[in-house]
């Protein structure tokens, strides 16, 4: 079995400032785990994957994530907020592509809405 | 260009009606899976597929049906609609040899059941 959750439902922050948004998970095999962002009314975009590889990932736009294994945290963080970045951020949780068929299935946290004050 | 295309972006039904979300992917991933978002409620998966002709249930399969008679097409069909269904649908695909890392997902479907 396997979850996500998503620390905060909503963050505020103003431009300019860093943005850190927190995701816990819980799974019983070695995770493949994803940060993805959606605007509203559009559809879901990946920002950066984490597949047992470095376990500091660098995605788009800035954003980057630390796996830490020992804390069970994918947490995902920017130095510097824009006012592009206001959307809702999903932390996305799937036991791992080499699992066999469960592997292939995606758990995702409840979303955390970022909001950029300018 | 390559991707998910989904249609009806948009759909109003009447309480018992049926209808199909259709679901199409030129990337010839092997996976292919359906997902409601309901607000605060993140992503449900309802069915996913590992292939044409095998299809399972997710976490919120009830009052849907799927079927995958070719790689590119994975159909959700809705037998009854209910005001329970009225959500937005997502489709994803992914491969697991696929470079491109994470899933794609199409752009949606605004169903509402009145």
């Known amino acids: 079995a396997q979850s996500v959750t998503q620390l905060d439902s909503h963050v505020s922050v103003s431009e300019g400032t860093p943005v850190l948004l927190r995701c816990n998970y819980s799974?019983?095999?070695?995770?493949?785990l994803f940060w993805y962002v959606q605007h509203p009314n559009k559809g879901l975009q990946l920002l950066l994957k984490?597949?047992?590889?470095?376990?500091l990932v660098k995605g788009i736009n800035g954003f980057e994530a630390e796996f830490k294994k020992s804390e069970t945290s994918f947490h995902l963080t920017k130095p510097s907020a824009h006012m592009s970045d206001a959307a809702e951020y999903f932390c996305v949780v799937s036991p791992g592509l080499y699992s066999g068929a469960g592997s292939y299935q995606l758990t995702f946290g409840k979303g955390t809405k970022l909001s950029v004050i300018p | 260009n390559a991707g998910v295309t989904q249609t009806p972006k948009f759909q109003v039904l009447k309480t018992g009606q049926s209808m199909t979300l259709q679901c199409a992917q030129d990337m010839n991933h092997e996976y292919m899976s359906w997902y409601r978002q309901d607000p605060g409620m993140g992503l449900r998966l309802i069915h996913y597929?590992?292939?044409?002709?095998?299809?399972d249930q997710g976490e919120v399969p009830n009052g849907y049906n799927v079927s995958r008679s070719t790689t590119e097409d994975f159909p959700l069909r809705l037998l009854s609609a209910a005001p329970s269904q009225t959500s937005v649908y997502f489709c994803?695909?992914?491969?697991?040899?696929?470079?491109?890392?994470?899933?794609?997902f199409g752009s949606g479907t605004r169903l509402t059941v009145v």
């Open positions: 799974s019983s095999y070695s995770p493949s």
């Open positions: 984490y597949t047992s590889a470095a376990t």
């Open positions: 597929s590992v292939g044409a002709g095998i299809t």
């Open positions: 994803a695909s992914t491969n697991q040899g696929s470079t491109r890392g994470g899933y794609t």
